[in-house]
Nanobody, 121 residues
Framework: QVQLVESGGGLVQPGGSLRLSCAASGSIFSINAMGWYRQAPGKQRELVASITSDGSTMYADSVKGRFTISRDDVKNTVYLQMNSLKAEDTAVYYC???????????????WGQGTQVTVSS
């Protein structure tokens, strides 16, 4: 099994910054991709940013230029640096890893427990 532990959420004023972390542990043979999603009240979960095993990144249009996703393969951790935060960034943020737990097993997705980000004055 793979466990994901998120940290770094909280309350921040508009224009402020936060950095989210998501550390993976357990049975990990290889990681295909990591991503951050968010879900605001009454809305569907949406992809915020993702990073592949070769370092390719993609971002939702709403966060381009403000958020940066990065990874530390030694620590099996993915980060989301969020700058210039806006009220509309308020949501529960979830990390997702696409992992092959063992050598001959297929890739599957694992989710973090979610961390609340609230942008408010």
């Amino acid at each position: 099994q793979v466990q994901l532990v998120e940290s770094g959420g909280g309350l921040v004023q508009p224009g402020g910054s936060l950095r989210l972390s998501c550390a993976a542990s357990g049975s990990i043979f290889s990681i295909n991709a990591m991503g951050w999603y968010r879900q605001a009240p009454g809305k569907q979960r949406e992809l915020v940013a993702s990073i592949t095993s070769d370092g390719s990144t993609m971002y939702a249009d709403s966060v381009k230029g403000r958020f940066t996703i990065s990874r530390d393969d030694v620590k099996n951790t993915v980060y989301l640096q969020m700058n210039s935060l806006k009220a509309e960034d308020t949501a529960v943020y979830y990390c997702k890893y696409t992992v092959r737990p063992y050598k001959l097993t297929p890739y599957r997705d694992y989710w973090g427990q979610g961390t609340q980000v609230t942008v408010s004055s």
